[in-house]
């Protein structure tokens, strides 16, 4: 299995100050962000989000609330993503749309230490890039 992160450039020039170590065995495609979620279309992904566990509820109304992204980060990091159901992370995916999870890409690949981080940072490239194809058909 090939191991791969679709990065914007910016992303691409954090990873690239990363030790060798964790960015070997990784392969690099380029990523650009040209559809994106309106401010409205995420409220009406917040408003139609039906979240079974009250953490994910938490969240996805954090970053609804937020006033920066710090704001959402001091919730973020204490927020244990393997604890909830597949169902549950994906609609929070989609309520947080792709501008928010790059902001977390660039956080998190700013403070990747070893090669489970890039792990978990590829397969939020991943969601992301899905999300990203939706929009450009939706908007096509």
């Keep these: 299995m090939e191991n791969n992160l679709s990065l914007t450039a910016s992303e691409r020039k954090t990873f690239a100050s990363l030790p060798v170590a964790i960015r070997e065995g990784w392969t690099v ?3 650009s962000i040209t559809h994106t979620e309106s401010p409205e279309e995420l409220y009406l992904r917040y408003r139609m989000a039906r979240f079974e566990d009250p ?8 970053v609804h609330n937020a006033k920066s992204p710090d704001d959402f980060l001091r919730v973020a990091e204490k927020f244990q993503f393997h604890e909830g159901a597949i169902d549950q992370l994906s609609e929070l995916f989609f309520v947080l749309g792709t501008n928010v999870l790059s902001g977390i890409v660039a956080y998190l690949l700013k403070n990747a230490k070893d090669d489970e981080d890039i792990e978990g940072i590829a397969a939020l490239t991943t969601v992301r890039r899905f999300l990203h194809e939706s929009n450009a058909e939706f908007v096509s």
């Excluded at 953490?55 to 954090?62: D, E, R």
């Design 55 to 62: 953490a994910y509820a938490a969240l996805a109304a954090s």
């Design 29 to 31: 495609n380029d990523f």
